[in-house]
């Protein structure tokens, strides 16, 4: 007996997905309209955005925002934006420090340490109003511009269902 109540409860956690199920992902260009389009949903569905980043430690993505609009049947549902950095918690964070040599005519050599840093934030969250086929439009921008200028980054944004 002991053992079955084990074994069911080891289904039942295995099977939750505390994050939630992941609907679609799609890579955000500064200025472009980036969209994830015809997902079915029904109502009362609870959709979140997450913010999947990578960058350098010291980067100024804290300034960088997002807009985002929610269409379900060519009527726009939902408008709004959101700083990428504004979530309730982070996921799959890690820092990686990086050498990079810098080579002269004259002279020694010099060596920089980058930390890099990557994680996933959660955003915003959207109750599904009714059943229907929705598409998400996400334009990210930042009114300072240096951003991708001085960093090589990368972000994207991920639908979720919970």
């Given at each position: 007996?002991?053992?079955?109540?084990?074994?069911?409860?080891?289904?039942v956690?295995?099977?939750?997905?505390?994050?939630?199920?992941?609907?679609?992902?799609?890579?955000?260009?500064?200025?472009?309209?980036?969209?994830?389009?015809?997902?079915?949903?029904?109502?009362?569905?609870e959709?979140?955005?997450?913010?999947?980043?990578?960058?350098?430690?010291?980067?100024?993505f804290?300034?960088?925002?997002?807009?985002?609009?929610?269409?379900?049947?060519g009527?726009?549902?939902?408008?709004?934006?959101?700083?990428?950095?504004?979530?309730?918690?982070a996921?799959?964070?890690?820092?990686?420090?990086?050498?990079?040599?810098h080579?002269?005519?004259?002279?020694?050599?010099?060596?920089?340490?980058?930390?890099?840093?990557?994680?996933?934030?959660?955003?915003?969250?959207?109750?599904i109003?009714?059943?229907?086929?929705?598409?998400?439009?996400?334009?990210?921008?930042?009114?300072?511009?240096?951003?991708?200028?001085?960093?090589?980054?990368?972000?994207?944004?991920?639908?979720?269902?919970?």
């Open positions: 007996m002991k053992k079955n109540i084990a074994v069911l409860l080891v289904l956690l295995a099977s939750c997905n505390p994050i939630g199920e992941t609907l679609g992902e799609t890579p955000l260009f500064e200025n472009t309209i980036s969209s994830i389009d015809d997902i079915e949903l029904k109502k009362g569905d959709v979140v955005f997450w913010s999947k980043v990578a960058t350098r430690k010291d980067s100024s804290l300034k960088y925002k997002m807009r985002y609009s929610i269409s379900c049947e009527k726009i549902v939902k408008y709004d934006s959101t700083y990428i950095s504004d979530g309730i918690h996921i799959n964070s890690k820092t990686e420090i990086d050498e990079i040599t080579s002269f005519e004259k002279g020694k050599d010099s060596i920089e340490y980058a930390k890099n840093w990557e994680f996933e934030i959660e955003n915003i969250s959207f109750e109003p009714k059943d229907g086929k929705y598409n998400f439009d996400f334009k990210f921008y930042s009114p300072e511009m240096e951003f991708f200028a001085k960093n090589s980054s990368s972000t994207s944004i991920i639908i979720r269902k919970k």
